[in-house]
C-alpha cells in the first residue's frame, strides 16, 4: 500500500516559514525517488521539488529554488520540505508521491510517479497577509 500522508501546513504571512512532512511507507524512502508536488486554485499540479534514494540528485522549480528545501530522515519514513521566505503564490494544496520507476534519477516529469490516487489528502499552505 504505497500510501503518503502529509502534514504541517497552515496559514502564514508573507515572508514566513513552514515546514510540511511526507509519511511515507516503510522502506519507501531508500528505494524511490521522493517528491513534493502542489496544486493553486483553477491550475494544474506542478512539480515543486524531489530527493532521489541516495541523496546525491535533488530537484527545485526555479519558483521556489534558493527559498525551499527538500530533505529525508530513513528512520522516520519521513521526508520533509522546509519552504522559507514564503509568497502568496506559493499557496497550494501539497502532495508528496513515490516514482517507482527504474533509476535513481530525481524528474519530476517522468510517467513512472504513482498516480494521484496515491498522493493522499495533502496539506493546506495558505501564505497571505
Known amino acids: 500500500q504505497l500510501q503518503f500522508v502529509e502534514s504541517g501546513g497552515g496559514l502564514v504571512?508573507?515572508?514566513?516559514?513552514?515546514?510540511l512532512s511526507c509519511a511515507a511507507p516503510p522502506s519507501t524512502l531508500d528505494r524511490y525517488v521522493i517528491g513534493w508536488f502542489r496544486q493553486a486554485?483553477?491550475?494544474e499540479h506542478?512539480?515543486?521539488s524531489c530527493i532521489?534514494?541516495?541523496?546525491?540528485?535533488?530537484y527545485y522549480a526555479d519558483s521556489v529554488k534558493g527559498r525551499f528545501t527538500i530533505s529525508r530522515d530513513l528512520a522516520k519514513n519521513t521526508v520533509y520540505l522546509q519552504m522559507n521566505s514564503l509568497k502568496p503564490e506559493d499557496t497550494a494544496v501539497y502532495y508528496c508521491a513515490a516514482d517507482v520507476g527504474d533509476g535513481?534519477?530525481?524528474?519530476?516529469?517522468?510517467?513512472?510517479?504513482?498516480p494521484r490516487d496515491y498522493w493522499g489528502q495533502g496539506t493546506q499552505v495558505t501564505v497571505s497577509s
Do not use: A, F, Y
Not at 52 to 58: A, K, L, P, Q, V
Not at 104 to 114: A, E, V
Open 46 to 48: 506542478e512539480g515543486v
Open 52 to 58: 532521489s534514494s541516495s541523496d546525491d540528485n535533488t
Open 13 to 19: 504571512q508573507p515572508g514566513g516559514s513552514l515546514r
Open 104 to 114: 535513481d534519477m530525481c524528474i519530476m516529469t517522468r510517467p513512472s510517479w504513482l
Open 41 to 43: 486554485p483553477g491550475k
